[in-house]
């Protein structure tokens, strides 16, 4: 069976690009990184992994990423979560899994508390919930907080990577580890402890803001940010399949 992507009218009148495989339920909700989309590896492999155990699957890509329309410099943690939320509602889904890539991890946070019981669990890798906070130095945020966007190297390509003080000051308003978050299902969190952009202490941080009593926490010491060798995507996978069988 193969699959392509299809377009679906959003929340801010921008056509967002989907995949989605009918199949067994919850659907497996896939939300990417920070300047990335569902062509990752991580998301493909989730995508070929549901159509080989027929279950449901939806992988996305955020206003303004990929192949769906809208401008980068206009995205926010709140406008991408009211793109998931409607792409969601758009394909019928009433039980999910979110899985969360980095920024994914910040935002399936948003998701679950707008979509209450729908969300069943969440999977984290190498989540990062409040990077506008610890993620950034003060001369960095100062600049952002007077509306300036920031700059840095891109370890993943050749062009550098724009944070816009939109996003930042949206992420300051939506910070989640300083209180309690308020999700009461399975969570599961893959982090690296060889990480050089999300501290693997951030996965922990989440683990005690969480609500939930069944947080589990599964470090992998030489694992990087990306998560996407071969034997990363096996913990993955392992872990959906613990989760959904359980």
Known sequence: MTTTHRFVSGPHGLRLATRFVP???????????????????????????AMAQGRACLLLDYSGC?????????????????????????????????????MGGWLMLLVAQELGQTVRALVGLAAAPDFTTWGYSASQKAALAAGETVWEDNPY??????????????????LQLNGTVPFDGPVRLIHGQADADVPWDIALRLAAALRSADVQVHLIKDGDHRLSRPQDIAVLLATLTRLLTE
């Open 23 to 49: 199949g067994a339920g919850p659907a497996l909700v896939f939300l990417p990184g920070y300047m990335s989309d569902m062509a990752g590896s991580k998301a493909q492999a989730v995508f070929d992994w």
């Open 66 to 102: 990929g192949l769906s329309e809208g401008d980068f410099a206009q995205g926010t943690l709140s406008r991408w979560r009211d793109d998931v939320v409607a792409l969601i509602a758009a394909h019928g889904l009433d039980e999910v899994v979110l899985i969360g890539s980095s």
């Open 157 to 174: 390509g050749p062009d550098p990577t724009p944070t816009h003080a939109t996003f930042w000051a949206d992420g300051q308003a939506l």
